[in-house]
């Protein structure tokens, strides 16, 4: 089943780059990568998602390997709100609804 | 603020008692979730409606009974839960479409069963 890792945690100053890895390896050829966050005492919050090609909207930048068994969500100039759980997610395949979250990267970010 | 919101937002109740949890969309949604999030696990979807019909119920003990009356609210009835039920439960409503990335989620219901 496809199934993705994260760091547990990371650290970024503020208002410097924060960069979260991914791993999916197993992920099948036409599923996409979601990345949500989840900031404490908050439900999951919809940052961005792609197949293929590297993505870019308000909130980050995604870019996937050209393989496609990694990614790495980009917050280009991190603030403090964005101190939050970033799970990267994949549907679990052969399903219709149900999507892997995994445990997520505890990101801080630190003034 | 998402457009869903969930109610209570913390509940503690012993394992004899019988509670639901309510969740209304106020998004035009058709489609509506509920998830389980335990401490230290992924996220789990428990069962999924649409247009007001359960599509999707992923083994969940009949200890949990959703009910959805209309489109824009989705109900959680518990009764005899055990503790390892303690969780945060995440409503979350889509359009029409089920892909993840059209759901928007409530806060969610801190569940503590003693």
């Known amino acids: 089943d496809a199934k993705t890792t994260q760091p547990p945690s990371m650290d970024c100053a503020e208002g410097r780059a924060a960069n979260l890895p991914c791993n999916h390896s197993t992920i099948s050829g036409n599923e996409y990568v979601y990345w949500y966050r989840q900031i404490h005492s908050q439900g999951p919050q919809y940052i961005i998602h792609?197949?293929?090609n590297n993505e870019t909207n308000e909130m980050a930048s995604l870019i996937i390997t050209e393989d496609r068994k990694s990614s790495t969500l980009i917050l280009p100039h991190a603030t403090l709100r964005d101190t939050a759980v970033y799970y990267c997610?994949?549907?679990?395949?052969?399903?219709?609804?149900?999507?892997?979250f995994g445990t997520g990267t505890s990101l801080t970010v630190i003034p | 603020e998402t457009g869903v919101t969930q109610t209570p937002r913390h509940l503690v109740m012993g394992m004899t008692n019988k509670k639901s949890l309510k969740c209304e969309q106020h998004l035009g949604h058709n489609a509506m979730y509920w998830y389980k999030q335990s401490a230290k696990k992924p996220l789990e979807l428990m069962f999924v409606y649409n247009f007001k019909e359960q599509t999707e119920n992923n083994s969940v003990p009949s200890r949990f009974s959703p009910e959805c009356p209309n489109s824009s609210h989705l109900f959680l009835h518990l009764h005899t839960l055990q503790p390892e039920d303690s969780a945060l439960y995440l409503c979350?409503?889509?359009?029409?479409?089920?892909?993840?990335?059209?759901?928007?989620f409530g806060p969610g219901t801190r569940l503590t069963v003693t």
């Open positions: 792609g197949l293929k």
């Open positions: 997610i994949v549907r679990v395949r052969g399903t219709g609804n149900q999507f892997y």
């Open positions: 979350a409503s889509s359009a029409t479409g089920t892909d993840l990335y059209e759901q928007y």
